[in-house]
């Protein structure tokens, strides 16, 4: 139970203080600006329009409200879509879901969150699911062709909708109908500014593809549609396009076949072309004035279209000025037949106009007023009724409430001969001379004296000065305020009727679907009887609507719009109590209260009241209504606050279950504090008997440790006495038999004898100073094995340090560059042997005596390292082709050897690695970086005759450039990157063995080059 702990302001206005208009907008405006859009009115849901995707929808929340009642989580529109359908479900009662509210207010959302829950809950099953997702998908169908922008809200419903659900005995939905009322049928050739057509119309121009099109007879432009405002054809966050896609699957779903959607759209198409067709002014030949078509292209167009010859649609156009329309029409989503002794449970939602006070208020908003009147009526009766049949079946005495009974309203407006539309239609049937004045005359006569009814007329009659109520205009006084109506245009509005002509002209076209809407022009159907005017079929559909929700139980949705501007986060005061007194609400909680405020179940009180009584506290034995009474008994509540049912604990006054609410929170606390006072004492006892633990085996270590240390003391002290005690003794038989250390003394000279004759000898028999004679002698002795390898050591290490300072530095310098070449290649590369031997001269090709080739490398680089002729492999075809190729301190130079130019200059930044083959053969590969200039064209296959000093050159001289070691892989097979792929190079020894070093390259397929060594 939430509706007070926790909560952000009042979640059940029946329990608001004080009952005030002020603090009832206050209460909202807080919640609203809590992001709390949902608040009760006992059963009723009040729900203030976020303009925002708010965080409390979804499967998660579907699944948290199924499992709670009513009022054990937060108002939110899934509660009241739970109450109904469990009632509908469990009680086998039929439900009707009556949502209101201004347009923008948020009703169709309301009612789309309600068909979703309803969807999501209501089984499972192939057949089931099919009829959960046609219901869903009525949505997209109904808000195409029934909504449009308008100044006040983007998608805006210019009907009323009622939707009929049918189920089974399980739950399980059959199938559906939905009725609409009032379709804002002139808003097809008319609408105010900034505002635009029904959706279908621009769903269709921007979403068709061009063959639908063109088949139409459309173009995409809609400023070229006189239907269509050119300053209002889109709406932001509207994607027009993507909602025509979805309208065409979800008629699919419903059931429409390829060819009815088409012929739908084929429809909107005529009416969007009868739009463009101009009218002039002509006289027949007796000089009566008449009218024609102005160009004669666009008639033909619709004709071609329909199947209907162009001249008589023409004259039916042309005789008459008539408006297109019904005032209900029925769809049904899908009726599922099944036995006819099965009863069904029905659902019904019903989306429809709030009471409506606009600055010129016509006929729509007469009978839109109307229908919230009757509403109105069944919202109080059934309230009423409600509290009656609660109070009676709980045996709690009933004392009559008052309330303002707006049936004299009613009576008012649908009395068959003294009602306003009573007169509306018999001065539209009167013969003679028929106006809207005439009407307004009639009105001003009968009604003259009536309390709920003004006219400029009666206010004169009576003295009164209004300016604001015009000539041609008068007001009734509805229940939710006085609403001005101008009378201009009444007359015709009711005579909104469909002249035999031209129905007769749309019956004779080939068109299935428009000879479907006008059964009337059937020649055998014909009827001379007047149809009947527009207020009398709303009227009667009324009639039929209250009967439907009579026969229902209700749970109701008031829709509020918190500002003008759709604006999230906006409130404005003024605007939420306009509404407000339009929905009723504060008389809604007044009559809601005016029994009894709150109630609640004997279980469920106690459940959370029984801590505030000793006797209930902590544990009851006894009834639930037993207990109730202990705890309101020792709470001293006064028993005219009180009423105890069958079932229920009912309680008059909200300030009564306030004290409850503190007095359960004062003892919560009390609680809290006892719970926090045990707690603690338990904690503080386990903490003492951890620490006596602790300190018991404290203790026992302590005094273990003192005795092991004063035992290994005593033991120490008996140990040195008695090593003295055996040294004493010793000494004593050393004293007895002196002569008994002369072996040692002996033994010890001899070894320093031999040592010494070991290293005289030694002294005279050393090796030559040359660093390549590696002889020593042996020791006479194994004994000496060790000392005699030590000083092989010494002996060599200084032999070299002697040959080393006598080296110049250029020696030094070729030493090194043999040194390196020996970590190289030194048992892995076969020419590597015959290569020691042989100085590095570098310069190959005459370097010297060649200015062209001197001027290659740049002033920069300093001398060259290798200069030689090498031969590149061609990685396309496997040839080779003579290249001179000069290694810097910076740089891989390859020039031709014909005209001595450079064609690659290689950064040695970018070589990335070497591979290089075992056998005695030059063939080498340049692995370069990819993100260099050159490396994009791939890497290098060459063949040098001095590959040893080449590529130890080249991986001294990138340690140096780039403090890199260069990757030089020794193996058969590599991989070199050509062009944008990669070439397997692979290496093979001939017949010859590979003695003389010679290559031949063949290409094996485009990915293979194959190398053999002769």
């Not at 006070?357 to 059934?382: A, G, M, P, R, T």
Request: net charge positive; charged share 25%.
């Amino acid at each position: 139970m939430t509706l007070l702990e926790g909560s952000i302001g009042v979640e059940d206005l029946v329990l608001l203080e004080p009952l005030e208009q002020e603090s009832l907008i206050k209460n909202l405006q807080l919640r609203y600006e809590n992001r709390e859009i949902y608040t009760y009115i006992g059963n009723v849901l009040v729900s203030v329009n976020p303009y925002q995707q708010l965080p409390i929808y979804g499967p998660e929340f579907i699944a948290r409200y199924w499992d709670h009642t009513f009022y054990e989580l937060k108002p939110h529109v899934y509660a009241l879509a739970n109450v109904a359908y469990q009632s509908l479900r469990d009680q086998d009662q039929d439900q009707c879901i009556l949502i209101t509210g201004e347009s923008g207010a948020g009703k169709t959302e309301a009612s789309k969150l309600v068909m979703t829950y309803v969807a999501a809950v209501c089984g499972e099953g192939e057949r089931v699911n099919s009829v959960k997702e046609q219901l869903l998908q009525s949505n997209p169908v109904l808000e195409a062709f029934g909504n449009a922008k308008t100044i006040r809200n983007n998608n805006s419903s210019r009907f009323g909708k009622y939707m009929d659900i049918e189920f089974d005995f399980k739950g399980s939905p059959l199938g559906g109908v939905i009725t609409n009322y009032l379709l804002e049928k002139s808003r097809v050739v008319k609408h105010f500014e900034g505002e635009r057509n029904f959706h279908i119309f621009y769903q269709l121009l921007a979403g068709a593809d061009p063959q639908l099109l063109k088949a139409l007879k459309l173009e995409r432009d809609t400023d070229g549609y006189a239907y269509l405002n050119p300053g209002a054809s889109r709406v932001d966050g509207m994607d027009d396009t993507a909602n025509f896609k979805t309208l065409q699957s979800a008629m699919t779903v419903i059931g429409f076949s390829k060819e009815e959607i088409r012929q739908v759209l084929e429809v909107v198409a005529l009416v969007l072309k009868l739009g463009n067709v101009e009218l002039a002014d002509e006289f027949q030949a007796n000089g009566i004035p008449a009218s024609g078509i102005r160009d004669g292209r666009g008639i033909q167009e619709i004709g071609e279209m329909v199947g209907l010859n162009s001249v008589e649609l023409e004259r039916a156009l042309c005789s008459r000025t008539v408006e297109t329309a019904k005032e209900k029409v029925v769809t049904a989503l899908n009726v599922v037949q099944v036995g006819t002794g099965e009863k069904r449970k029905v659902m019904g939602v019903l989306d429809i106009y709030g009471f409506e006070i606009l600055e010129d208020n016509s006929f729509e908003q007469f009978v839109i007023n109307y229908c919230n009147e009757k509403l109105q009526q069944v919202f109080i009766e059934i309230t009423l009724k409600e509290e009656q049949e609660e109070y009676k079946r709980e045996g709690i005495p009933w004392v009559k409430v008052d309330y303002f009974d707006n049936g004299i309203i009613c009576n008012l407006i649908e009395h068959n001969q003294q009602g306003i539309l009573a007169m509306l239609d018999e001065e539209c049937l009167r013969p003679g001379v028929v106006s809207d004045s005439t009407f307004l005359a009639k009105l001003n006569q009968v009604f003259s004296k009536h309390g709920h009814y003004e006219s400029k007329v009666t206010q004169n009659a009576q003295h009164q000065y209004d300016h604001s109520m015009g000539l041609s205009c008068f007001r009734i006084c509805h229940y939710a305020g006085k609403v001005t109506y101008n009378v201009n245009s009444f007359i015709d509005k009711n005579n909104d009727l469909l002249f035999r002509d031209l129905s007769q002209a749309m019956w004779k076209a080939q068109h299935p679907l428009l000879r479907s809407l006008f059964p009337e022009g059937d020649p055998k159907q014909a009827s001379l009887k007047r149809p009947p005017t527009a207020g009398v079929q709303f009227k009667g559909s009324v009639a039929i609507l209250m009967k439907n929700l009579y026969s229902k139980k209700p749970n109701y949705i008031r829709c509020i719009k918190p500002n003008e501007h759709q604006q999230r986060g906006e409130f404005s005061s003024e605007l939420v109590a306009v509404q407000a007194r339009y929905l009723g609400l504060l008389e809604n909680v007044r009559v809601r209260r005016a029994g009894y405020a709150y109630r609640q179940t004997y279980e469920s009180f106690l459940e959370r009241y029984r801590l505030l009584s000793r006797s209930t506290w902590p544990r009851w034995d006894g009834g639930d209504r037993e207990g109730v009474e202990k705890v309101l008994g020792e709470l001293s509540v006064s028993s005219e606050e009180l009423a105890f049912g069958k079932t229920k604990i009912f309680i008059r006054s909200p300030k009564t279950l306030f004290y409850l609410e503190d007095q359960r929170r004062l003892r919560i606390q009390q609680l809290a504090t006892l719970i926090q006072k045990v707690y603690r004492g338990w904690r503080c006892r386990i903490h003492y008997q951890l620490m006596r633990k602790s300190q018991i085996l404290i203790s026992s270590w302590f005094r273990g440790n003192m005795q092991k240390k004063r035992y290994g003391k005593m033991k120490a002290s008996a140990l040195l006495i008695q090593a003295f005690v055996r040294g004493w003794k010793a000494r004593k038989n050393y004293r007895k038999y002196f002569r008994s250390g002369a072996a040692l003394t002996l033994s010890n000279f001899i070894y320093k004898s031999i040592a010494r004759k070991f290293l005289l000898g030694l002294k005279n028999d050393l090796p030559s100073t040359n660093v390549l004679d590696r002889r020593w002698p042996a020791a006479p002795y194994k004994y000496f094995n060790t000392a005699n390898h030590e000083l092989q050591k010494l002996f060599y290490q200084w032999k070299c340090k002697k040959f080393r300072d006598q080296l110049s530095p250029k020696q030094v310098e070729v030493l090194r560059e043999k040194l390196c070449a020996s970590e190289l290649f030194k048992g892995k590369k076969s020419s590597y042997p015959q290569s020691v031997p042989i100085p590095f001269h570098g310069d190959y090709i005459g370097l010297q005596g060649n200015p062209k080739l001197q001027k290659l490398k740049g002033r920069e680089e300093g001398p060259v390292l290798v200069a030689e002729t090498v031969m590149k492999v061609n990685r396309g075809n496997g040839k080779t082709s003579s290249r001179i190729l000069l290694l810097t301190k910076g740089h891989v130079i390859i020039s031709d050897t014909k005209n001595s130019q450079a064609k690659t200059v290689i950064a040695l930044n970018g070589v990335v690695g070497v591979s290089v083959t075992s056998f005695k053969d030059g063939l080498f590969s340049l692995h370069l970086s990819e993100i260099s200039s050159v490396g994009s064209k791939g890497d290098f296959l060459l063949v040098s005759e001095h590959v040893i000093e080449l590529l130890t050159k080249m991986y001294q001289a990138v340690l140096d450039a780039t403090q890199r070691q260069l990757p030089v892989t020794v193996t058969e097979e590599f991989s070199v990157r050509f062009k944008e792929s990669s070439l397997a190079v692979k290496v093979i020894q001939g017949p010859g063995g590979g003695g003389n070093g010679k290559l031949s390259c063949k290409k094996k397929g485009s990915r293979c080059l194959e190398v053999t060594v002769q």
